[in-house]
């Protein structure tokens, strides 16, 4: 078998969307599993439709990712110099023709047919030219675009790997531009020259492509060249069955991470719109998808993008998380938000358990800032069967306890054996002991953590002037 290439083509004409990543990605992990080479070419012939930027998320996000490129990037708008030749070559194998249509024959010509109910198309005026006529008109520098002479009768038949065998009546087919009036390929015609001479294998793309495959099919039977092997992707629909899109408020990828998703998560939910193992597995790495992905996998049924899935995918990627990488990945946002006092790496441990977005954790935050305001009437507790009473003498034996224990000896297990042999020694209830404990030091009920997570975290001197601020007010009957 030759060498496997697959390209991603993407054109800079906008955001990168969930769907051009999912094909960047397939691109990438085709190449991979074959061991071939995966190919970036940026395709912007069409100047006017360029956005700025959109080249660096492109570049950006394939890092964030680690799909690394093994060439390119090729920029079309630098090679124009190539494709012209190649459809003065089609136009002297009769594959293709001079047109010298003006704009305003063109224009007049759409409109008539829309009045009349009809698809705009172009109606073969410049097909037939005699030969003496064309090179007349070329002679006096007439403007010309180069079309693509379609069949008029039979079909076009392909093969996809993923739809399988596809028809299509040659009668529907346009005669496409190839070459515009100034010199310039149009998109369709570039990315079969550039896929040819690339030695692209297999040309992956989403299904929306599949209604220009004929046109492109029937240019590599026209040059003679070798026609690679289609991989058309499925849909991909909102959770209200649409096709992505951002302006039905559809995420791109970007978005999905400022509110706070993990690339990782986000990319292994990406390769499952589409594609599926075969069994149950659900969790890859890139790394694993590398090994494990097939064609054969890919489905041709659209995939819906479930946010909730996401969500939950991306909070079990940070329950899994190695800690450190985690705590690094929060820093700045625990520092910024409560400063540097208290042990951000703890603070993180305890966040990873909770949240399912990296953005949720500034809500979580508030406690290590101050205790909330409260009532002491947040101290009783059916359930821990507390009330203001119990509370004010388990807070006293607590501090008693804890003033007793060293700064080194406050982690979650010493702390733990201390308060839970505390309250059996009173024959308390954990929840006597640890329900108060967790009001004292935070003034919500709702806080992160329970009391001895919420200890460690506080260490000595801070968690024993919050118990003392407690004991004080609940002494006022506050
Ligand atoms: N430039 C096209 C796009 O951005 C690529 C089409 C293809 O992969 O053939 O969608």
């Known amino acids: 078998m030759n060498e496997v290439r697959t390209r991603y ?18 691109e990438y992990l085709i190449a991979k599993k074959f061991k071939g080479k995966f190919i970036l070419r940026i395709e912007d ?39 012209k030749p190649y459809a003065e070559q089609l136009v002297e194998k009769g594959e293709a023709y001079y047109c010298f249509c003006t704009k305003d024959r063109l224009d007049t010509l759409r409109k008539k047919q829309e009045e009349a109910g009809e698809f705009a198309h172009y109606d073969y005026n410049c097909r037939n030219l005699a030969k003496e006529e064309i090179d007349e008109k070329l002679k006096h520098n007439q403007q010309y675009v180069i079309r693509q002479k379609m069949p008029l009768a039979g079909e076009t038949t392909f093969d996809d790997v993923v739809y399988g065998n596809i028809k299509v009546d040659n009668s529907e087919l346009e005669d496409q531009i190839l070459l515009k009036t100034d010199g310039f390929p149009t998109y369709n015609f570039a990315n079969v020259v550039d896929d040819h001479l690339m030695n692209i294998t297999h040309v992956v793309r989403g299904s929306e492509y ?55 998560a986000v990319i292994n ?99 290590f800032k101050s205790v909330a305001e409260y009532s002491s009437e947040l101290y009783i507790h059916k359930k821990m069967k507390t009330d203001q009473e119990i509370a004010l003498s388990s807070l006293q034996l607590a501090i ?17 054996d201390t308060l839970i042999s505390l309250a059996a020694e009173q024959g308390l209830k954990n929840g006597q002991l640890l329900w108060p404990l967790r009001v004292a030091l935070t ?17 000595k001197s801070k968690s024993i002037n919050r118990i003392n601020e407690a004991i004080g007010k609940l002494m006022k009957g506050e």
Do not use: C
């Open 400 to 416: 008693k306890r804890l003033t007793e224990l060293d700064e080194n000896q406050y982690t979650e297990e010493i702390l733990h």
């Open 269 to 367: 939910f990406i390769a499952l719109l589409g594609w599926s193992p075969g069994d149950e597995r659900e969790f890859f790495t890139l790394k694993e998808l590398e090994e494990n992905f097939t064609i054969e996998g890919i489905s041709k049924s659209p995939s819906v993008f479930d946010k909730t899935k996401l969500k939950w995918m991306n909070a079990e990627y940070i329950r899994k998380m190695d800690l450190i990488k985690f705590a690094e990945l929060i820093k700045n946002q625990i520092i910024g938000e409560i400063g540097n006092e208290l042990d951000y790496i703890k603070i993180a441990k305890l966040l990873q358990k909770r949240v399912e977005l990296l953005t949720e954790v500034e809500s979580y935050l508030g406690v």
């Open 210 to 264: 599949l209604s220009s495959t004929p046109k492109y099919n029937l240019l590599y039977n026209s040059f003679g060249w070798e026609i690679p092997t289609y991989v058309h992707l499925p849909l991909i629909l909102n959770e209200e069955g649409h096709k992505l899109s951002k302006r039905l408020g559809d995420k791109s990828f970007e978005d999905l991470l400022e509110e706070g998703y993990l690339v990782e």
């Open 45 to 83: 012939t069409d100047q006017e439709r360029l956005v700025e930027d959109s080249l660096e998320v492109i570049y950006k996000t394939l890092e964030l990712v680690g799909i690394k490129y093994d060439e390119g990037p090729y920029f079309q708008s630098e090679r124009l110099d190539i494709y």
């Open 443 to 459: 003034g919500t009920e709702q806080s992160p953590g329970g009391a001895i997570e919420l200890i460690e975290i506080f260490g």
């Open 9 to 26: 083509a993407p054109s800079p004409t906008g955001y990168m969307h969930i769907g051009n990543l999912r094909t960047a990605l397939y």
